[in-house]
């Protein structure tokens, strides 16, 4: 399991303008938030809360990723719909959600199944974890990696 300290695994997934990679961030705080599907209603709580404060996310020399296994069309579809401007990548055959440690079994009404743990990752400007979050609970969750971003960014 990824501890804050390990260096951060490395990723090629399909993004809205072509394929998005952890190199591309080479240099600052990139945020890597993991979610379980579109357009449910967790996830799309939690796009729009990272959204909302991307601009702030900016200012703090800081990038932010939502990826799910969803195919780059529904997530082009999710983002439409609910006028999101958090960049999403599709990680389709899991090898990211597999690296990250996020590919999880999980359980429902007595029911056992694999799926995405919603779990957050700051990545450092030097490609190392910084901190992580699992088994994210989203309301504050936005803002409570917002402040760590923030306050890594000033240190």
């Known amino acids: 399991m990824l501890q804050p300290g390990d260096e951060a695994p490395d990723f090629t997934l399909d993004g809205e303008d072509g394929q998005v990679r ?24 939690e796009a729009i809360a990272f959204s909302e404060h991307l601009a702030a996310f900016g200012a703090a020399g800081t990038a932010v990723l939502g990826i799910s296994k969803d195919s780059p069309q529904k997530h082009e579809k999710f983002r439409r719909k609910h006028d999101l401007t958090v960049p999403l990548a599709s990680d389709e055959d899991g090898a990211a959600c597999e690296a990250y440690g996020v590919w999880t079994e999980k359980s429902m009404y007595g029911r056992t199944y694999m799926g995405i743990e919603r779990s957050t ?24 990696v917002l402040k760590a971003a923030q306050s890594r960014h000033t240190a």
């Open 22 to 45: 952890l190199a591309d961030f080479k240099g600052k705080q990139l945020v890597l938030y993991f979610y379980p599907k579109d357009d449910t209603a967790g996830c799309t709580k």
């Open 121 to 144: 990752f700051l990545i450092a400007a030097d490609g190392r974890i910084a901190e992580v979050w699992r088994k994210v609970r989203v309301p504050g969750h936005a803002e409570a």
